[in-house]
């Protein structure tokens, strides 16, 4: 499978909230990093898309522009709107992923976003007052870490 192929089947999937296919994209040494989570092993990775996909309410995801930077490397721009459960807010995320491939499989993945923009689609007025510290950023990572070990164990 190319590396475009391998995008595609991803984001398809996801628009689908089809986890089990998303996670066969990776390979079984993959990284995950975004401003939400930090850094995931690949088993984290997993676990992290079967949540989201499990919990996600009124969710709509786009995809495109995808570019190969090489044989290796690509960035994809995607966008997901949802509703937050835990403040009940929408979110419309605007994200670039940077992704580096080995056999057709997924093996770094970066979702790189606007935190602070996040932050106060999350949590409104919070969110605008707190959302550009590094304390928020932090507090974000361990909830959204507590809560994905936590599904990992039930």
């Excluded at 984001?11 to 994209?25: I, V």
């Excluded at 401003?35 to 989201?52: I, Q, R, S, V, Y």
Aim: proline residues 1%; aromatic residues 16%; charged residues 25%.
């Amino acid at each position: 499978m190319t590396n475009t192929e391998t995008i595609n089947r991803f984001y398809t999937a996801f628009q689908k909230l089809d986890y089990a296919t998303m996670q066969s994209c990776y390979s079984d040494d993959a990284v995950f990093n975004d401003p939400a989570f930090g850094l995931l092993d690949a088993n984290e990775t997993k676990a992290m898309w079967e949540m989201l996909c499990k919990r996600a309410k009124d969710f709509s995801l786009m995809y495109g522009n995808i570019k190969l930077l090489d044989e290796e490397y690509t960035t994809t721009d995607w966008s997901a709107s949802y509703v937050f459960t835990r403040t009940g807010r929408r979110i419309v995320n605007k994200i670039t992923a940077h992704m580096k491939f080995r056999d057709g499989l997924i093996i770094e993945h970066t979702d790189a976003f606007d935190i602070y923009r996040w932050c106060r689609l999350a949590f409104g007025i919070r969110g605008l007052i707190f959302g550009w510290t590094s304390f928020m950023h932090k507090k974000i990572q361990k909830q959204a870490k507590e809560g994905l070990y936590k599904f990992m164990n039930s």
